[in-house]
């Protein structure tokens, strides 16, 4: 069959809510940051007046392709586009004709003050082409790392009693139901000179970031030993990855005023020893490839390089 007889044979619709599970799974093979959690969740949300998007492609009633811009509301003003295409149907022209319809759909919907927004694997050097052809622009690279935890667990004991006494800290385990507050505030400090998806100027609803973790993720909170009463200084929120026995860090963070002191350390060391015992096979996480000392305490702690991804920006204003 010729590409041409084979898009004739597609149809191109909306997103129906019981699209949304094999969308994602589709999606997920093109994302970077975006978990398979958080596809499901911005898929199935459209509120009143939330800018909400999404297509699918399906030959014979199965969906072979899928394409969205939906609202990012933890990042007001973005909005994030993705389009994938399984494996065996691309070379086609499906990711053109949906990213067209997109467009044309961006074109009426979107206006000056938004910002889309993508991130892709960084394996994917044709579906980087690809979005660059629809003016996104490169703006970061993340390094994705992993540490496995196979027959280590004496080795991340140990560091996490370590690296925590020297920071001056104890990390505990936080309840994100019961202390949604104080996680979210400290989540506020610690986001002061971390990269945001629309650029120096990305404004932060910080009482939106509850929806980017699933509800099995893990809160670490590091505390000052010798302040008792004192805010948390820095937390980490690790989660289980769907279909795999890895674990993930989708975030770390220490505030301002207690950086440089080896918290961020001890809340990745913690976050190993609890991964660990939650009987993970390693714990996977990204980092901006310009930010170094993070960088240097990944490989001082063994982690090995993996998979990473392209944060990719488009302004119209």
């Known amino acids: 069959m010729t590409a041409q007889a084979a898009r004739a044979a597609v ?3 909306a997103l129906r809510p019981a699209d949304v599970a094999v969308a994602a799974d589709l999606l997920v093979l093109a994302a970077g ?3 398979r959690h958080r ?3 911005r898929l199935a949300s459209a509120g009143a007046g939330e800018l909400h998007y999404a297509l699918v492609a399906e030959r014979s009633g199965v969906i072979i392709a899928a394409g969205k811009i939906t609202a990012e509301p933890a990042w007001p003003g973005t909005v994030s586009a993705l389009v994938a295409v399984a494996p065996q149907e691309r070379g086609q022209g499906l990711g053109t004709a949906l990213a067209e319809q997109l467009v044309g759909w961006a074109e009426r919907s979107l206006g000056p003050e938004h910002v889309v927004i993508s991130s892709l694997r960084d394996d994917l050097d044709g579906g980087r082409r690809f979005a660059e052809r629809y003016g996104l622009v490169v703006t970061r690279h993340s390094v994705g790392w ?8 004496d080795e991340v004991a140990e560091r996490a009693l370590r690296t925590a006494a020297a920071a001056g800290v104890r990390v505990r385990i936080a309840d994100f139901n019961a202390e949604e507050a104080t996680i979210l505030e400290c989540i506020s400090r610690t986001l002061p000179g971390l990269p945001l998806p629309g650029g120096e100027d990305q404004g932060v609803d910080v009482a939106q970031a509850r929806r980017m973790f699933p509800d ?3 809160v670490l909170l590091a505390e000052l030993r010798d302040v008792p ?3 948390p200084c820095g937390l980490t929120v690790i989660n289980p990855q769907a279909a795999t026995s890895d674990w993930y860090t989708g975030y770390t963070g220490v505030a301002v005023d207690q950086r440089g002191r080896g918290v961020a350390t001890a ?3 913690a976050a190993l020893w609890h991964a660990y015992r939650a009987g993970a096979s390693a714990l996977t996480t990204h980092n901006d490839d310009g930010n170094e000392p993070i960088l240097r305490a990944n490989r ?3 982690m090995q390089p993996s998979l990473g991804y392209w944060s990719l920006t488009r302004h119209d204003g």
Request: hydrophobic share 50%; glycine share 10%.
């Open 11 to 13: 149809t191109i619709r």
């Open 216 to 218: 099995e993720a893990v």
């Open 229 to 231: 009463d004192a805010l």
């Open 267 to 269: 809340l990745k060391a």
């Open 300 to 302: 001082a702690f063994g």
């Open 39 to 41: 596809l499901i969740e």
């Open 146 to 153: 992993r540490f496995d935890l196979a027959g280590r667990g």
């Open 33 to 35: 940051d975006d978990k």
